[in-house]
T-cell receptor, first 113, second 110 residues
Framework: NAGVTQTPKFQVLKTGQSMTLQCAQDMNHNSMYWYRQDPGMGLRLIYYSASEGTTDKGEVPNGYNVSRLNKREFSLRLESAAPSQTSVYFC????????????FGPGTRLTVT | DAKTTQPPSMDCAEGRAANLPCNHSTISGNEYVYWYRQIHSQGPQYIIHGLKNNETNEMASLIITEDRKSSTLILPHATLRDTAVYYCIVGTDSWGKLQFGAGTQVVVTP
């Protein structure tokens, strides 16, 4: 079990460029999430997908789009990157493991110059 | 607005118990108290959660006051590897949306 995987691990973009962050989980979880974490701050929810085929906005959705490609994969797209989007991005999935808990990926460190 | 209040930092000696407080005075009847930790910018890791009864697992114990307005996470024998930011989060079991605050930076010293 790889758990939650994210690609890439690091990325540098120029302002205005676009990119897609990939996330996959192999735990057969229904729900998946994208968070961002700015230096010295807690995580903030960008978008989530309660189940395959559904997505909803979280606390900070502006500038992002998501796609729940199938039950395993949930991608986050930056259409026109801005320096304010420099952050660490975490993907997570939610499911049963004796109790419900959220599993996080290792993160993608994104810098927008 | 944050639903929980935690001290920004605390130190603990290796081998001693670490007691991490959390206030959640506006908690609703169907909301759980969750604890996660984040070691050096890795993805957060689930520790424990509870509704109203005290809970214990292999990592920690969670003590929730009778009025549920506060709780304490106890790491019984802190090790250097327990140095991390600890997040106390209040939420329901549905959907798994978690609202992270700034957490408590715990430093375990030899």
């Amino acid at each position: 079990n790889a758990g939650v995987t994210q690609t890439p691990k690091f990325q540098v973009l120029k302002t205005g460029q676009s990119m897609t962050l990939q996330c996959a989980q192999d735990m057969n979880h229904n729900s998946m999430y994208w968070y961002r974490q700015d230096p010295g701050m807690g995580l903030r929810l960008i978008y989530y997908s309660a189940s395959e085929g559904t997505t909803d906005k979280g606390e900070v959705p502006n500038g992002y789009n998501v796609s729940r490609l199938n039950k395993r994969e949930f991608s986050l797209r930056l259409e026109s990157a801005a320096p304010s989007q420099t952050s660490v991005y975490f993907c997570a999935s939610w499911g049963w493991a004796g109790s419900y808990e959220q599993y996080f990926g290792p993160g993608t460190r994104l810098t927008v110059t | 607005d944050a639903k929980t209040t935690q001290p920004p930092s605390m130190d603990c000696a290796e081998g001693r118990a670490a007691n991490l407080p959390c206030n959640h005075s506006t908690i609703s009847g169907n909301e759980y108290v969750y604890w996660y930790r984040q070691i050096h910018s890795q993805g957060p890791q689930y520790i424990i959660h509870g509704l109203k009864n005290n809970e214990t697992n292999e990592m920690a114990s969670l003590i929730i006051t009778e009025d549920r307005k506060s709780s304490t996470l106890i790491l019984p024998h802190a090790t250097l590897r327990d140095t991390a930011v600890y997040y106390c989060i209040v939420g329901t079991d549905s959907w798994g949306k978690l609202q992270f605050g700034a957490g408590t930076q715990v430093v375990v010293t030899p």
